[in-house]
């Protein structure tokens, strides 16, 4: 999921100053259409509007990366590569995170990301943050082609807009790695700047109470950017990376989030762009250069067939099945007082603590015991167990 949803942020904050088997059945896109490939640029190398260059396409992209002409490909990630593995975005009518803020009675949505709102009632935002808890969603294919890139040493850094930790979870280490919004995993205290464990932080926010800090009493806060706070350090990062970078990826983003937007201008030139998206989005429509390819549709989809080009396929399928087939799979599962009711009419579970439920780990696993999609408006029984081989990613 990515944070920062406004369009434009100071130029100051730019600089951090203060002031197993996902890939065997490719689903269409909704309305029964698959995704398409398309050329994305007639201008030059040069800018200039040489319309006579070849144009680019998708197998020319896959043909650089399996002769290593490509070596040191970065990559920008949006909210679209987690929407698969159940996190909404943010502007999706009705089930975008802006549609479900709605039910916390905010002057509007962006408020529960903003520090003087966070400060004057800090629970409308803990409330929200409970069906963001690190653990309730895996990493699906596209995170593991991203990882796939990692193992054949071809992934310079991987950029990311999503405060999720779905890239770390799916194995890229964090020196590869840029979270610019920040991460759910930590917390800090907001006033004496004290690290606050996750466990405790998650722990407090499972429960209903407002993270406090136990030396001064603070609120504590998660380690993600809110409006008007400076992107973490590692984000300069991007100023050796882009210009050094030989290919650039840019998935499942709206490219509207600045200054994380305008970092697909910063490779040079004659460094070949493309983007698999729903949408033609950025510069890449605004402003597109010759060697640009945007692959538009589902974002599984594209992935999927750029896997197909490299020759990929059976490398993903073994890295899902390592990372997700590993034994037999324990899931603890809260299902609602309505749903047991139904099973077994009359029949009422007694209640589970629900931390402990969705942070539990299995001798055959290291995955979380959790799964994707939990009601949070309905109340919890259980747990109900349930076991088998590891849920498909899609």
């Not at 490719?26 to 144009?55: L, M, Y």
């Not at 799916?170 to 991460?183: F, M, Q, R, T, Y």
């Not at 201008?265 to 698999?276: G, M």
């Not at 010759?290 to 538009?296: E, I, N, S």
């Amino acid at each position: 999921m990515a944070l920062f949803p406004r369009s434009a942020v100071p130029a100051l904050r730019f600089w951090g100053l203060r002031g197993a088997r996902a890939w065997t059945r490719w689903p269409r896109i909704p309305g029964g259409g698959w995704s398409i490939s398309c050329f994305a640029g007639a201008s030059s190398d040069t800018g200039g509007g040489d319309h006579s260059q070849k144009k680019f396409l998708l197998q020319d992209i896959a043909e650089l990366i399996k002769t290593r002409a490509c070596q040191k490909v970065v990559v920008m990630v949006g909210a679209g590569i987690s929407t698969p593995s159940g996190i909404p975005d943010f502007r999706s009518p009705g089930v975008g995170y802006y549609s479900i803020l709605q039910q916390y009675k905010l002057p509007y949505p962006e408020a529960i990301f903003e520090l003087s709102f966070f400060f004057h009632d800090p629970k409308p935002f803990f409330t929200f943050a409970k069906k963001l808890y690190p653990g309730n969603y895996r990493p699906n294919a596209t995170h593991y082609f991203l990882r796939l890139l990692h193992e054949k040493g071809l992934l310079l850094r991987l950029y990311t807009q999503n405060i999720d930790g779905l890239e770390r979870a799916s194995g890229i280490p964090d020196s590869k790695l840029v979270e610019a919004h920040g991460s759910l995993a930590s917390a800090t205290c907001t006033v004496c700047r004290r690290p606050y464990p996750g466990e405790d932080f998650w722990a407090d926010v499972m429960a209903d109470r407002v993270p406090r800090c136990p030396v001064c009493s603070g609120v504590t806060k998660p380690d993600i950017v809110f409006f008007g706070e400076p992107l973490p350090a590692r984000f300069l990062l991007h100023l050796a990376d882009f210009p050094m970078a030989d290919l650039l990826l840019i998935l499942g983003t709206s490219l509207e989030v600045e200054p994380f937007a305008s970092l697909s201008d910063a490779v040079r030139s004659s460094v070949p762009r493309l983007l698999i998206n729903r949408d033609l989005v950025g510069s890449l429509a605004r402003n597109p250069r010759g060697r640009d390819v945007a692959q538009l549709g589902d974002v599984v989809h594209g992935v999927k067939r750029l896997v197909e080009l490299l020759g990929w396929t059976d490398d993903i399928q073994d890295l899902i099945q390592r990372e997700t087939g590993k034994g037999q799979h324990y899931t603890v599962q809260p299902v609602s007082q309505e749903d047991c009711s139904r099973l077994q009419p009359g029949v009422a579970l007694p209640q589970v603590d629900l931390t402990r439920a969705l942070t539990a780990s299995s001798r055959e696993t290291s995955l979380p015991l959790a799964v994707p999609g939990l009601r949070a408006s309905a109340p919890r029984v259980g747990p109900f167990i349930s076991t088998g081989k590891s849920p498909s990613l899609w």
